[in-house]
Nanobody, 111 residues
């Protein structure tokens, strides 16, 4: 069982990016999914969580109104749409499903 994040990279301030979290061969649809991030020298920070059905979401204060979490249970994939990115959003982003964590994807926001 493995979670695979993708979609990170270098983004300019004010830009957008979409992260994906794929859970092949895993019962994704029965579990909540969350995103966390960790910047160098900082503690892990909660970003967002979505219920198994997708009808309930919650966001960290620093991303509220700019990020959107979603999921497609038919594809066993979750997403994090990030807009109006700021340099302080630079971090490694991890998805979590049922106690499992992916390898992380780096997001760097810089001119």
């Amino acid at each position: 069982v493995q979670l695979v994040e993708s979609g990170g990279g270098l983004v300019q301030p004010g830009g957008s990016a979409r992260l994906s979290c794929a859970a092949p061969g895993f019962t994704f649809r029965s579990s909540a999914m969350s995103w966390y991030r960790q910047a160098p020298g900082k503690e892990r920070e909660f970003v967002a969580v979505i219920s198994s059905t997708g009808d309930s979401t919650k966001y960290g204060d620093s991303v509220k109104g700019r990020f959107t979490i979603s999921r497609d249970n038919a594809k066993n994939t979750g997403y994090l749409q990030m807009t109006r990115l700021k340099p302080e959003d630079t971090a490694v982003y991890y998805c979590y499903v049922s106690g499992l964590r992916g390898q992380g994807t780096q997001v760097t926001v810089s001119p």
